[in-house]
C-alpha cells in the first residue's frame, strides 16, 4: 500500500491531481469532523441526464483517488435541489397542462406527471438513485425539501439571516442595477398558495429570525426562516450549504466558474471553509448546444446502456474533463474500443503507468481482462454486410475467425455483439448510402476480386491487408487512403470503416468475394 501510494503521490493522472491539492488542505491537521466531505448538487427540473451521472462519476474517481493517498474517512453527499420551484416545464414529459398549472411550486409540491411518485421531484430524485445506483456508487442522499424542513439547514439560515447585509453586499455586486432594487437572497413559499416567490424582503429581522414581505396581490406576510417556510436564492444557497455541511470539494460545470467567487464568499461569511473546485467543461449535443434536462437533447444514460457497456460509459467521462464533450450516438463505438485497448494494455504497465490508466479508476484498481477478440466497430460492419438480426449471426463469423473464443467463455464479447446488432439496426442501418464504384475503383475492385479468388492465405488479417495495400499502390490512389474510402463507401455503404483485411478475415475471404460481385454488378445501390 504504501508503494502504491507513493507512485499515486506522483501520478499525473487527473483524479490524482485533484486528490492531492484536497490533501494539502488537511495537511496541519485532519478535518474536526473527522472525515472529508465530498458532494455534487442535482436540479430536478427534468430528468436526469448523462451529465450528472458524468459529475457523480468523476467526483468518485477524485475520492477514490484521495483514498489511495489518505487515510482519513471520506464521504459523497448528492445533493438535490428538489424544493426548487418550477420555473418552466420540461418538454419531455407528459401532463403538460396538470404542470403548467403547478408551476413556481417546489418540485416536491409538483404532482408527478408520470403518476408513479408522490411529487415530480420524488420522481426524478427517483430515476437519479436508479442511475447511480446502477453504476454502484456508494453516495448519500440529500433532499432540499427535507434539508430545509427538519430543521437541519436552521442554524444556518438563523446565521443567514444575522448576517444578512454582508450577504446582500456579495451578492449585489452580481446584478444589474434593475435587479439590485427587487432582489433578495430569501425565497419565500407561500402559505396559501404554495408557489416560491421571488419578492423582495420589507424586512428581516434577526431577533426572531423572521421576514416580511408583500405577495403578488400586495397581501403583506411575516414567516419564519426557519422550518421550509423559506428557501434560498440558488446562488446563496450553494454557499450556505457548502457552510452548513463542512464541504470540502465540490465540481460544477463551466457556466457555474463565474459564481465561484460569490458562492465562496458566502460560505465563509456563514463562518465556514470554501471547498475545494473543480470546473468541467460542458456536455453538448450533436449540433454543439448544451444538454438540457428540460429540453431532453443529448443521449440518456439508459440510451448509451442500451447500445453500450457501462465501463464504456465510465471511459467516456474520464476523457478530458476539462474539454466540452458532443454526446450523441456516433461516440459509442469509438469509446467502446478504446476502453478496450486500455484494458488490454493494463496487464503489461509498471504502476506508475496503470494509474495513469482510464481503467484504473474506472475499477477502483481492480481491473479485469478484455475478452472483445473482435473490435466493437468491426462488429457494425460485419452486422452491415451480413444483415445481422441476432448476436448468434454474428458470433458464426466470430467463431471461425477466433476458434477459442465462445458467448460463455467471452462474456463481455457476447454482450458486445448483442450491442451491435441493437446499433447497426437503429443507428447505422437508416443512414447507410452505398454508391458506384468510379472507373479507376471498379478496375482496383476486379483486381482485388481477382486476387481473392486464388487467395491461399487463409484468415490471416495481416497479409489480407497487405494485399488491399499493394493493389492501392498499384492503381496509384493519391493519396492511399481515397482507396479505403472507396472500400468503404462502394462495399459497407460509409466513409469510414475498420482495417478491411482484418474485415476480410473476420467475414471470410468467399464472402468477401461475393459482397463485391454484388456492389460491382450495382446490386448493393438497389
Partial sequence: MSDLRDVAMQSKAWPFEEARALLKRYEKAPPEKGYVLFETGYGPSGLPHIGTFGEVLRTTMIRRAFEVISDIPTRLICFSDDLDGMRKVPENVPNQEMLYANIQKPLTSVPDPFGEYDSFGAHNNAMLRRFLDTFGFEYEFYSATEFYGSGQFDPTLRLMVERYDDIMAIMLKSLREERQQTYSAFLPIHPETGRVLYVPMKEVNAKDYTITFDDETGREWTLPVTGGNVKLQWKPDFGARWAALGVDFEMYGKDHATNTPIYDGICRTLGGRAPNHFTYEL?????????????????????????????????????????????HFDVIPKAVDEYHQQLRGYATQDAAAQLNNPVYHIHRGNVPASDMVIPFAMLLNLASVSSAETKETLWGFIARYVPEASPEQNPGMDAAAAF??????????????????????????????????????????????????????????????????????????????????????????????????????GDLVA
Fill in 283 to 327: 456536455f453538448l449535443d450533436e449540433l454543439g448546444q448544451k444538454i438540457s434536462k428540460s429540453k431532453g437533447n443529448g443521449l440518456t444514460i439508459d440510451e448509451w446502456l442500451h447500445y453500450a457497456s457501462s465501463e464504456s460509459l465510465s471511459y467516456f467521462m474520464y476523457q478530458k474533463p476539462k474539454t466540452a464533450k458532443r454526446m
Fill in 420 to 521: 451491435a446488432v441493437r446499433y447497426y439496426n437503429d443507428k447505422v442501418k437508416p443512414t447507410k448510402v452505398f454508391r458506384l464504384p468510379t472507373e479507376p475503383e471498379r478496375a482496383a475492385l476486379e483486381d482485388l476480386l481477382a486476387e481473392l479468388r486464388v487467395w491461399q492465405g487463409g484468415a490471416d488479417a495481416e497479409a489480407l491487408q497487405n494485399l488491399v495495400f499493394a493493389i492501392g499502390n498499384k492503381h496509384e490512389f493519391q493519396p492511399l487512403r481515397d482507396w479505403f474510402k472507396a472500400l468503404y463507401e462502394v462495399l459497407l455503404g460509409a466513409s469510414e470503416g475498420p482495417r478491411f483485411g482484418g474485415f476480410i478475415a473476420l467475414y471470410g475471404v468467399n464472402e468477401t468475394i461475393a459482397l463485391i460481385e454484388r456492389a460491382l454488378a
